[in-house]
């Protein structure tokens, strides 16, 4: 980096710093990755000087000529990449993108048809604390416990007592592939609206390695910056009809001028997804979540809906006498990077549930291999079974420095 040392020694020290904490952690966050350099220098290009209110051919302020070439290349790449008749690449992120849908289709009092959260939901799905939930009238649909998938007998029960305008489908702890066509005739018999917000998988989706609900469904949002490994920042696909509502919504219903430059590095990161490599990328992404299942099955750790059909694994770690929590920061202290999360109907809070989520995306970035991830998942399942253990955790330290070493991040970029 030329000009930040000299201009601002104490962000280039943070810099610094946040690289070397990732280069020398195992990034293990379902919902994290890491953009190549190519993303990043879109990112940090002029195209952050512009206002850009409107969409392209059609802005409030003069001078958008090039940037309507970077919008529009985004958008040509993004339908291309899914499908889609119509895409918005201006929400800011994965909440304001279903904000923003949810303002498109809905009116206040309405209800919404979604997954509970404990099963898997999203923040964004109608979570009391949020705004969204005083707005409209969540319902809220589960898992079986018997086979660990959506309870689709459940959906169309639901469906048909309540009557939603909208049904929504799409997780972020959920490890099974969806079954969007039962959605779709369940959504039609009750004639309501489908919506799949497919933040995690989007990336697996483009290729091709997941069922793709676009053309089935009125609307799909997603980030961009999960499994599709572009930068921080959402995306809204829908079919024609719904085109001018969304665009609406989205500008000027609730946000105000795009991040140009976002969506530049969006454009990068739509070719990346479109070139045949990236395919490899999101198989080896399943596989290697696949070596880390068999690893917790045969380590004693109960596997949350059964199995991983994608990127992520949910845990529940009370099977090994943890929370949640105890076995987060286990896992921190030992440089391994994963969240606690909420398991099915959990019975503990929150911020001490009982399981952790963990997934394979960034590493598998990174280039590590299911033999790496057989070896981590066997580390896991020690440093969870004996918390105490110093040697363990040693152990656990030293696999976590050679597997770094192994598979180096960014390996040249340096910001001092
Ligand atoms: C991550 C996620 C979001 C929110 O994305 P942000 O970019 O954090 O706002 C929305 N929906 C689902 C299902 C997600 O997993």
């Known amino acids: 980096m030329r000009y930040l040392p000299t201009h601002d020694p104490a962000v280039v020290d943070i810099l610094e710093r946040e690289l070397e904490r990732q280069r020398s952690g195992l990034e293990m966050i379902a919902s994290e990755n890491f953009v190549s350099l190519a993303v990043l220098e879109a990112l940090g290009s002029v195209l952050t000087n512009k206002y850009s209110e409107g969409y392209p051919g059609n802005r409030y302020y003069g001078g958008n000529e090039f940037i309507d070439q970077a919008e529009s290349l985004a958008i040509d790449r993004a339908q291309q990449l899914f499908g889609a008749e119509h895409v918005n690449v201006q929400p800011l992120s994965g909440a304001p993108a279903n904000i923003a849908v949810y303002s498109a289709l809905l009116q206040p009092g309405d209800t919404v048809l979604g997954m509970d959260l404990s099963h898997g939901g999203h923040l964004t799905h109608g979570h009391p604390v949020t705004w969204m939930a005083k707005l409209f009238n969540f319902v809220r649909y589960k898992t079986d416990p018997a086979t660990g998938l959506i309870d689709y007998d459940q959906v169309r029960e639901l469906a048909k007592a309540h009557r939603p305008k909208l049904i929504l489908v799409g997780y972020s702890a959920y490890s099974r592939e969806i079954d969007y066509g039962t959605f779709k005739t369940i959504a039609d018999e009750v004639g309501a609206l489908t919506m799949a917000d497919i933040a995690h998988i989007a990336g697996l989706i483009a290729a091709k390695l997941m069922n793709n609900p676009v053309a089935l469904f009125d609307v799909v949002t997603t980030t961009t910056h999960k499994t599709l490994r572009g930068p921080r920042g959402g995306m809204i696909l829908c079919r024609e009809q719904h085109a001018k509502a969304i665009d609406k919504a989205v500008f000027p219903g609730f946000q105000g001028g795009p991040h140009e ?54 845990l529940d770690v009370t099977s090994v006498g943890l929370s949640g929590k105890q076995a987060q920061d286990l896992l921190d202290s030992v440089g391994i990077t994963v969240n606690k999360n909420m398991i099915p109907d959990d019975q503990r809070k929150p911020m001490d549930p009982s399981g952790i989520r963990i997934g394979t995306p960034a590493l598998t970035t990174r280039g590590f291999t299911e033999a790496d991830m057989i070896a981590i998942g066997e580390m896991i399942v020690k440093v969870l079974r004996s918390p105490n253990n110093e040697s363990v955790q040693h152990q656990a330290r030293t696999l976590v420095k050679e597997l770094t070493a192994a598979h180096p991040l960014y390996p040249g970029l340096a910001y001092s």
């Open 261 to 314: 430059n976002n969506i530049a590095a969006k454009a990068v990161a739509f070719k990346e997804a479109l070139e045949p490599s990236f395919k490899d990328y999101g198989r080896e992404v399943m596989k290697n979540a696949k070596a880390l299942e068999q690893a917790f099955r045969a380590g004693g750790i109960t596997v949350c809906f059964k199995q991983t059909d994608n990127h992520l694994l949910l």
